[in-house]
Each structure stands twice: as structure tokens, then as C-alpha cells.
């Protein structure tokens, strides 16, 4: 059973509830409401009928019998009027009111009701002097029953027109409401690895179903980045790694070609020894940005910069050893003015390719100094090395883009990448400004701890 149907099913069975309801609250306020009037119209017959035999002394039994007679207004009307021992003294077409009925259904209050059959009655105490008396008055109440045989009707067909009128605004309705959804199914069949880029409409943005199109949506770009950062890492393995391989099996190959001294073996091998380890470099910087591209939610806590950077510098020595750099930090009293939140892992593979880049295209001291705001850490990497040229700033952050002065000098175009998304993912300011043959200098803008 599909939405559509249960819709309408549900729909309908909640009218007929609420039809069954309303119609068996109707039914039963109206037949307590003509019950009523009925009951008092016996008491007033009762209460006349007391007062004209026993208050009135020119009204004997004849009379009043004859007046009775003349004036029935119901039914098989019965009149039966005792004394306080139930002896009775006048009576009226007598049928039901047997004395064991007058016993029984005898009210020392003063009013009650009763039913025998289908007859209603009333019993009324009248006291006329030092004596009481009780008048019995019973009747079928035809009107009543003719009435609420016509209201059974109308409740009757007024539920079955409802019913089958809800069915049909119940599939109007229910199809209606299903139509988003149904076309939300329409669109997401045609999506597929191939068209990752398509969206769904999101209407009014407001609404469940609306709702429901943008998180299918935001599902589909975290899909289309896994997808693409996918393909930009075979992509970039497939393109950077091909080379290296190729060399190393041609050296090893050349190597094996003829019978060498042992010195050519121990150089051959060296060098493919140092191919090896800048094809692990290669590697692991592409691990790094795949996995900087996958994961864009990361778990940040609060860290310490100095330390982050005095780690990066630590690491960068062992590569480049006997080469000065620098750190310029001027600490405050506040040891929190330091804090700030990120992934420390993370950071510090951004710092280290920063300050490996200043080592890199420069042979002075490399210089690492803070700058201690009110809201802000200022971390600026400079270098007096060989610059970038101005018109190739914009696109130095670009997978394997080097600049064009860079040709001599070892390297992939990787880290200056891998460094923006680590710092877009800090929501980190990064600036460069960089001068041919005069230096770069990188300016990191840290957010502190709140």
C-alpha cells in the first residue's frame, strides 16, 4: 500500500470516527431533549389532574373522566390517582398501572419518572389538607419515536454521503500533498555518479517536504566533494606518481642491464634510495590532502600555537640541518593569550610546508615571529629568498602549481595547497606577499580563545 492510498484510507477512517461521534451525540441529546419535554408534559397532566379532584370539589371521578376522555393527548394515555395507602381512587383507561406497578413505582419525594414497556410515566405526590395522594400518568410518546426514526435516516445517508464524499477529497487531498515527494522520487532516479551536480527543487524552503529536498541536497555536495576530491586524488597519484615509478624502474633495469663494480652498484643505489624518499614525500603529501578534502568536519580543541610551531620548526631541522630558523615570540603574562582552536596535527603539517618552502627558495635565516592581539594571533613566515612573481600570487594554492621561477628546485605544488585548506578549515586568514629575488612572506591570522 502505497502513501498515497494509506492517506486516504486514514483520512477517511478519521471522518467516519468523527461522523459516528457527532452523529451518536446528536442522536442522544435529542432523544433526551424530547424524553424531557415528554416527562414534563406528564408531570403538568399529573399535577391538573390532582388539583381538579382533589382541590376542585365540584370535580368528581365522572367529570373528570369525561374530561380525560375529551382531552387525550397521547397514546393509550393511563391516569391513576391513589391515596397515601395506595388505595385508588380514580383511574383512567388502566392498563399498565397494575397495583404492583403503583407500589413499585411510587416516589416519596415527590416527582419520578419511570418506564414500563414503552411507556414513560411520572409518579406525583400531591398534598391537599393533612392528606397526600399520588397520581400516576403513563403514555406512548409517538411523536418521539416518529421523530428520532427521522433523524436515524438522516444520520444515516448524512454518513454514507460524507463517507463517500471524504474518499474522494481524501485522494484529491492525499495527492496532492504526495505530489513534492513524488517528484522529489521522479528527480532523485535520475541522479547517478554522473550527475552528482543535479538539485532538487526546494519549493518554499519552509515546509517538511522542502525540508526534506535541502538535506537530500546538502547529501548530494558532500557526495559530489567525496566523488571529485576522489577523482582529484587518481587523478593527481595517477599524474605525479607515474613519473617517479617510470625513473626508478628504467635506473633499476639500466642498473641490472650488466655486470657492475661494486662502487656503481652502491651510487645506482643511493640514488634510488633518494628516489624513493621523495616518492614517499610525494605520497604523503597526497594522503594529506586527500584526507584535509574528506575531512571537513573536524574535531577541534584548544591548542597552544608556539607549540605547534616549535614542532613544525623541530621537524623542518631534521630535513634541513645546519640551516637557521628563527622563532621571534614575545610572551605576555596570560598564558591563555596563546590558545587557540584547531587539530594540532593538522597545523602543524601546514607550518611545517610553509617554513620547508622558506628553506626551500632561500639560503638566509628563515624568520618565525607572533603578533599578541586583543582577538588575534599573528604568525608571519618570511624568507630573503628567490620571491614569486606578482602575476602568479593568485594561483600558488592550486594542486602542483609552481611558480615559474621554481623550475631548478625540487618539489610537487602540493604543500602551498595542502596549506589553504588546512587553514580554510581553521577559518585561518592566510596573506602572501612575496617580491622577485627579495623574498615571500606568509601572514597567518589565528582567531584566539574566547
Known amino acids: 500500500m502505497n502513501i498515497k492510498t494509506k492517506l486516504s484510507f486514514q483520512f477517511t477512517l478519521i471522518v467516519v470516527v468523527i461522523l459516528l461521534f457527532f452523529s451518536m451525540l446528536v442522536y442522544y441529546f435529542s432523544y433526551t431533549t424530547q424524553l424531557s419535554r415528554f416527562r414534563e408534559n406528564l408531570a403538568a397532566r399529573a399535577k ?31 391516569i391513576a390517582l391513589t391515596d397515601s395507602a395506595f388505595h385508588i381512587i380514580y383511574s383512567n383507561n388502566i392498563h399498565y398501572l397494575s397495583d404492583m406497578a403503583i407500589r413499585q413505582n ?15 410515566g411520572v409518579c406525583y405526590k400531591h398534598h391537599f389538607g393533612n392528606k397526600s395522594y399520588n397520581v400516576f400518568v403513563m403514555a406512548f410518546d409517538d411523536s418521539r419515536k ?17 463517507i463517500w464524499l ?31 551536480g543535479s538539485r532538487l527543487n526546494e519549493g518554499n524552503r519552509k515546509d517538511e517536504i522542502a525540508q526534506l ?6 547529501m548530494l555536495s558532500n557526495l559530489e566533494l567525496v566523488f571529485k576530491n576522489q577523482e582529484d586524488f587518481v587523478s593527481n597519484a595517477s599524474h605525479e606518481l607515474r613519473t617517479p615509478l617510470t625513473v626508478m624502474i628504467v635506473e633499476a633495469d639500466y642498473l641490472l642491464s650488466r655486470e657492475r663494480l661494486p662502487e656503481e652498484y652502491i651510487k645506482y643505489l643511493e640514488g634510488l634510495i633518494n628516489d624513493l624518499k ?10 594529506e590532502l586527500a584526507h584535509v578534502n574528506r575531512d571537513n568536519n573536524l574535531q577541534l580543541s584548544a591548542v597552544r600555537i608556539d607549540e605547534i610551531i616549535y614542532s613544525a620548526i623541530h621537524q623542518v631541522k631534521h630535513r634541513y640541518q645546519g640551516r637557521k630558523i628563527i622563532p621571534k615570540i614575545r610572551y605576555t603574562e596570560n598564558e591563555t593569550d596563546l590558545l587557540i582552536n584547531g587539530n594540532s596535527g593538522l597545523l602543524t603539517i601546514a607550518i611545517k610546508n610553509l617554513i620547508e618552502n622558506a628553506c626551500k627558495f632561500s639560503d638566509s635565516d628563515v624568520i618565525v615571529a607572533f603578533e599578541i592581539s586583543t582577538r588575534f594571533i599573528t604568525v608571519t613566515i618570511s624568507d630573503k629568498g628567490i620571491g614569486i612573481p606578482s602575476n602568479e600570487l593568485d594561483s600558488i594554492y592550486k594542486p602542483f602549481k609552481r611558480a615559474s621561477n621554481v623550475k631548478f628546485k625540487g618539489g610537487f605544488g602540493i604543500g602551498l595547497s595542502l596549506v589553504s585548506q588546512i587553514m580554510e578549515l581553521h577559518d585561518v586568514d592566510l596573506k602572501v606577499y612575496s617580491t622577485v629575488n627579495e623574498g615571500t612572506r606568509f601572514e597567518l591570522i589565528f582567531k584566539k580563545m574566547n
Do not use: C, M
Open 106 to 120: 411510587s416516589n416519596p419525594s415527590g416527582l419520578g419518572y419511570f418506564s414500563i414497556s414503552e411507556k414513560d
Open 166 to 196: 471524504s474518499i474522494y477529497l481524501s485522494y484529491l487531498f492525499s495527492k496532492r500533498a504526495i505530489r513534492p515527494i513524488s517528484q522529489i522520487v521522479k528527480s532523485v532516479k535520475t541522479i547517478n555518479s554522473d550527475r552528482l
Open 48 to 78: 391538573n389532574t390532582a388539583i381538579l379532584l382533589i382541590n376542585v370539589s365540584e370535580v368528581d371521578s365522572s367529570l373528570l373522566k369525561k374530561i380525560h376522555q375529551n382531552t387525550t393527548s397521547w397514546e393509550n394515555e393511563e
Open 213 to 218: 529536498a535541502i538535506t537530500f541536497n546538502e
Open 278 to 287: 621523495e616518492f614517499n614525500f610525494l605520497l604523503n603529501n597526497l594522503l
Open 146 to 162: 416518529l421523530n428520532l426514526a427521522d433523524l436515524r435516516d438522516i444520520l444515516f445517508w448524512s454518513i454514507i454521503i460524507s
